[in-house]
């Protein structure tokens, strides 16, 4: 697969609050956070951008608060922040699920710096990376999703139906794929392509 020369790597809300599965349950993709990091690091070394979105919570009870430990990025990504000789860097904040309603504005800004393709990473697959791309794709940017990059938690809906976090993740991806949002792919096409 291509990716572009000045392709965003769009970080999201990968943030220490999510470690906390008493409150949030089981997880899936064991392995996201090493593909995250790599991601991170093959991207900084190229001088490609990276956007790192941060979610700042409304919810009283939620570990995303801002003023919460859980709000703040997990380490491997703080490490990561602002690294010398990388490309061009934006820290987004938000309190809704999709990063392109965040502030400062992200469409604005990759609108300005001419980037046209945007990789989406980060927590969790079934919400804020999917409303993300969602939106990517309907303001018309070629988003990419890195499946195995992203995870999720088992959820409840309605009339009582569980499923679990493999469940909803494979339809998140079956959804933005067939649905024309995104292409979703593993680190290793990304990967491929980037290189």
Not at 21 to 44: C, K, M, S, T, Y
């Given at each position: 697969?291509?990716?572009?020369?000045?392709?965003?790597?769009?970080v999201?809300?990968v943030?220490?609050?999510?470690?906390?599965?008493?409150?949030?349950?089981?997880?899936?993709?064991?392995?996201?956070?090493?593909?995250i990091?790599?991601?991170?690091?093959?991207?900084?070394?190229?001088?490609?951008?990276?956007?790192?979105?941060r979610?700042?919570?409304?919810?009283?009870?939620?570990?995303?608060?801002?003023?919460?430990?859980?709000?703040?990025?997990k380490?491997?990504?703080?490490?990561?922040?602002?690294?010398?000789?990388?490309?061009a860097?934006?820290l987004?904040?938000?309190?809704?699920?999709?990063?392109?309603?965040?502030?400062?504005?992200?469409?604005?800004?990759?609108k300005?710096?001419?980037?046209?393709?945007?990789?989406?990473?980060?927590?969790?697959?079934?919400?804020?990376?999917?409303?993300?791309?969602?939106?990517?794709?309907?303001?018309?940017y070629?988003?990419?999703?890195?499946?195995?990059?992203?995870?999720?938690?088992d959820?409840?809906?309605?009339?009582?139906?569980?499923?679990?976090?493999?469940?909803?993740?494979?339809?998140?991806?079956?959804?933005?794929?067939?649905?024309?949002?995104?292409?979703?792919?593993?680190?290793?096409?990304?990967?491929?392509?980037?290189?």
């Amino acid at each position: 697969m291509d990716i572009a020369e000045n392709a965003a790597l769009v970080v999201v809300d990968v943030q220490q609050g999510f470690e906390d599965l008493d409150f949030w349950g089981r997880r899936n993709h064991p392995g996201a956070d090493g593909n995250i990091a790599g991601l991170i690091e093959v991207w900084q070394a190229s001088g490609r951008p990276v956007v790192f979105v941060r979610h700042d919570s409304v919810e009283p009870a939620s570990p995303l608060r801002p003023g919460q430990p859980g709000n703040g990025f997990k380490e491997y990504v703080e490490q990561r922040r602002g690294k010398e000789g990388g490309g061009a860097e934006l820290l987004v904040t938000k309190s809704v699920n999709s990063a392109f309603h965040g502030t400062p504005d992200l469409g604005a800004w990759l609108k300005d710096a001419g980037i046209f393709q945007v990789v989406l990473v980060g927590i969790q697959t079934t919400m804020c990376v999917e409303t993300t791309a969602r939106v990517g794709g309907n303001l018309g940017y070629d988003v990419v999703v890195v499946f195995d990059a992203t995870y999720t938690f088992d959820v409840e809906g309605p009339f009582g139906r569980r499923r679990d976090a493999d469940e909803v993740a494979q339809a998140s991806a079956v959804t933005l794929h067939g649905g024309g949002f995104a292409r979703v792919v593993t680190a290793a096409d990304v990967l491929a392509g980037a290189t």
